[in-house]
């Protein structure tokens, strides 16, 4: 079964606002939650993450947001420009595990 | 720097071929992976390797088998390709006690 399940499956944003991307989880051992963003051809790159610790980080236009007890967690671009436009991954990761687990990912497009 | 680093980048099999896509790192990572991206489903785990001479079995392991030749190579090895292995394959590795997993670039394998 999904471990970790992603919406929108695709998000059209105008130039200057907010693009939001939805993640929620069941396992409540994960202990790392990144953000994985991939342009078309390449591989995924780390975007930002939180540890479950805190409810929300900040890096420049991007912010995760996370709640604990609803076991969500989503990612805020705020500004959204069109060199944003890629897909974004969620995750969530285990240490004891030793596995990651991403959802099926949000194609983000930002419109000039 | 290299990162991770895949090849071949694109291939194009015939059904019932057989092939491996080779995966190398230099950053001194203890775990590796491989990981399938298919439309709409995210990426999937196929394969992972907690350190040298360990494999073991992801989400969707069929059809697949690996090897973990020393700690910088990772292969995985496709016997007999089905149309159903049509999809982009990428490596990745992570360093012990550490949550960032580094992607390479990808494989694009398309089996007629």
């Known amino acids: 079964q999904q471990q970790v399940k992603q919406s929108p499956q695709s998000l059209i944003v105008q130039k200057g606002g907010i693009s939001i991307i939805n993640c929620a989880y069941e396992n409540t051992a994960f202990d790392y939650f990144p953000w994985y963003q991939q342009f078309p051809g390449k591989g995924p790159a780390l975007l930002i993450a939180?540890?479950?610790?805190?409810s929300e980080k900040k890096e420049g236009r991007f912010t995760i947001s996370f709640n604990k007890s609803a076991k969500q967690f989503s990612l805020h671009i705020m500004d959204s420009q069109p060199g944003d436009s890629a897909t974004y991954f969620c995750?969530?990761?285990?240490?004891?595990?030793?596995?990651?687990?991403f959802g099926t990912g949000t194609s983000l497009t930002v419109i000039p | 720097n290299a990162g991770v680093t895949q090849t071949p980048k694109f291939q194009v099999l015939k059904t019932g071929q057989s092939m491996t896509l080779q995966c190398a790192q230099d950053m001194n990572h203890n775990s590796m992976y491989w990981y399938r991206q298919d439309p709409g489903m995210g990426l999937r785990l196929i394969y992972y390797?907690?350190?040298?001479?360990?494999?073991d079995k992801g989400e969707v392991p069929n059809g697949y088998n690996v090897s973990r030749l020393n700690k910088r190579e990772f292969s995985l090895r496709l016997e007999s390709a089905a149309p159903s292995q049509t999809s982009v394959y990428f490596c990745a590795s992570n360093p012990p006690g550490h949550s960032t997993i580094y992607f390479g670039e990808g494989s694009w394998l398309t089996v007629v």
């Open positions: 995750a969530a990761f285990y240490n004891t595990g030793n596995q990651f687990y």
């Open positions: 939180i540890r479950p610790d805190v």
């Open positions: 390797s907690a350190s040298e001479g360990t494999t």
